[in-house]
C-alpha cells in the first residue's frame, strides 16, 4: 500500500525533476511523459510489491530489463538516460518505507541536487561534443588531427574515429572541443 507521505515526496520530486530539470533544458514532450510514468510506475509497483509475498528483486528484475528495453528502443542522449534512472530511483525511494522517515526525502533532495548541478547549462558551458563526416579518408592520424584543427581550432581536446570509409572517401569522427571566444 503507498502510503500518503513518501508518496507525496515522490510525485513533488518527479514534477521538479520531469518538469523544472528536464522539460525546460531539453524540450522533449514525449519525454518528460516517459520520466513521470515510469516513475510513477515504479512507485506503485514497489509499494504492492513491498506489502505482497512476492519477491522484491523480481521486481526489481522486471524494471530493469523493462527500462533497457525502452531505453533501446528510440536514439536517447546520454543526459536523457541520467534523467530516466533518476525517475526511476525516485520511483523506488518513495515506494520503499524505512524505519527512518526522513530518508526517503532526503535521498530523494539530494538526486535532485546532482541533477541540478551537474546538469547545468552553466557548468562546463563552452565544452561540446560534435560529430563530424568529413570529405576525405583520414588514414593517418597527424593529418586528420590537423584538419579537425582547421575546424576546431585551438579548442580540439579529443577525438575517436567513428568510421573510416575508403570507398565512399570519408571519415566520421566524434569531436571533443572548447568553444574559444
Do not use: C
Not at 533501446?72 to 525517475?87: H, K, L, N, P, W
Not at 526517503?104 to 562546463?124: C, E, F, K, N, T
Not at 579529443?158 to 568553444?179: A, E
Amino acid at each position: 500500500m503507498i502510503e500518503v507521505g513518501p508518496a507525496a515526496t515522490d510525485i513533488a520530486a518527479i514534477a521538479i525533476l520531469a518538469y523544472l530539470l528536464y522539460f525546460r533544458r531539453y524540450y522533449r514532450r514525449d519525454l518528460l511523459l516517459a520520466y513521470v510514468s515510469l516513475n510513477i510506475g515504479v512507485l506503485a509497483v514497489t509499494s504492492v510489491l513491498l506489502s505482497a509475498a512476492v519477491g522484491l528483486g523480481l521486481g526489481f528484475g522486471l524494471f530493469g530489463v523493462l527500462s533497457i528495453i525502452r531505453l533501446r528502443s528510440d536514439t536517447v542522449t546520454q543526459e536523457e538516460i541520467a534523467y530516466y534512472f533518476v525517475a526511476l530511483a525516485l520511483g523506488l525511494l518513495g515506494g520503499v518505507h524505512t524505519d527512518q522517515p526522513w530518508m526517503g526525502p532526503a535521498l530523494s533532495a539530494a538526486l535532485l541536487l546532482v541533477m541540478y548541478v551537474v546538469d547545468h547549462p552553466r557548468l562546463l558551458r563552452r565544452v561540446r561534443r560534435q560529430i563530424v563526416t568529413l570529405d576525405r579518408a583520414y588514414v593517418d592520424e597527424r593529418l586528420l588531427r590537423e584538419a579537425l584543427r582547421q575546424l576546431f581550432g585551438s579548442g580540439l581536446r579529443h577525438f575517436v574515429v567513428l568510421d573510416l570509409d575508403l570507398v565512399r572517401d570519408v571519415t566520421k569522427v566524434d569531436v571533443r572541443y572548447r568553444v574559444v571566444r
